[in-house]
């Protein structure tokens, strides 16, 4: 068992366990994102994403109250355009470093996710919601939209009549609905729910690792050209985990009835 505290940013804490990286936001009141946060989420992501230690990550808020309740609007009030323009830039670098990330990220939902927190969940490859989580995208009531990627992940998600419904009223929706819309993969009892995303986790840290990496690339990178283009790159995708030493390492496994040890390479 591997058991290793990482040194704690500002407003990120990390625990690394079992090939498995928790990493907490805290920032009070609600793990609101600023400057700061953004900066330090895509710092430490490129950590984990380099450490072979690593096999998936957990990310979460701190408390019973909020994921992230969203940005805070304290620092961006009094900005100009240009300073709204390099504030939205850094925003985009974190959410798109989640999303890219070469290993997986769950999404451990245990309260509010608002604007920024809800572009942050659905950065995420998966997302397990407390029962008592709710998600929203009000920027319209702020006379803005969102600004961190929401507007072309959720239609991806939910399709764009619903993600539609979602950004123009700007409404709260609770876990069930958001379940339904397959915003989420699951929804556990709120006490429940950092056990639940540490179990997924650990299941997917004891997949292939460049499989799995390849898998995440296929998927990801598929979702945003044509069809033909798409199927050329799950190809590829193949034949670079093909290639692998644990892919004969999975397959000599299978055939002799014991659990592969995987090398991740």
Excluded at 110 to 134: K, M, P, T, W
Excluded at 165 to 191: C, M, S, T, W
Aim: hydrophobic share 45%; charged share 25%; aromatic share 6%.
């Amino acid at each position: 068992m591997l058991n290793q505290q990482v040194k704690n940013d500002q407003y990120l804490q990390c625990l690394i366990e079992n090939k498995v990286a928790v990493v907490t936001i805290s920032h009070e009141p609600g793990n609101k994102l600023n400057t700061k946060v953004y900066l330090e989420i895509t710092r430490l992501f490129g950590e984990l994403e380099e450490n072979k230690e690593v096999h998936a990550i957990v990310l979460t808020g701190e408390g019973d109250e909020a994921f992230v309740a969203g940005a805070d609007i304290n620092e961006m009030v009094d900005l100009d355009t240009v300073g709204m323009m390099d504030l939205t830039k850094i925003t985009r670098e974190a959410f798109s470093k989640i999303e890219n990330l070469n290993k997986p990220v769950i999404a451990a939902i245990n309260g509010v996710a608002r604007g920024g927190g809800l572009e942050l969940a659905l950065s995420c490859d998966l997302r397990i919601a407390s029962e008592q989580a709710q998600f929203a995208f009000p920027e319209i009531n702020l006379g803005v939209i969102p600004g961190g990627g929401g507007t072309q992940r959720i239609q991806k998600v939910v399709g764009q009549g619903i993600a539609k419904e979602l950004l123009y009223f700007g409404e709260f929706i609770d876990a069930q609905r958001a379940y339904e819309l397959q915003i989420v993969n699951k929804v556990v009892p709120h006490n429940q729910i950092l056990t639940e995303a540490k179990a997924w986790a650990e299941k997917l840290a004891q997949k292939a690792p460049v499989a799995l990496r390849m898998m995440k690339l296929a998927v990801n990178t598929g979702a945003n050209v044509d069809l033909e283009s798409a199927l050329t790159i799950e190809a590829t995708s193949y034949d670079g985990a093909f290639a692998t030493q644990d892919r004969k390492e999975a397959m000599s496994a299978f055939l002799e009835g014991r659990k592969p040890v995987y090398k991740g390479k």
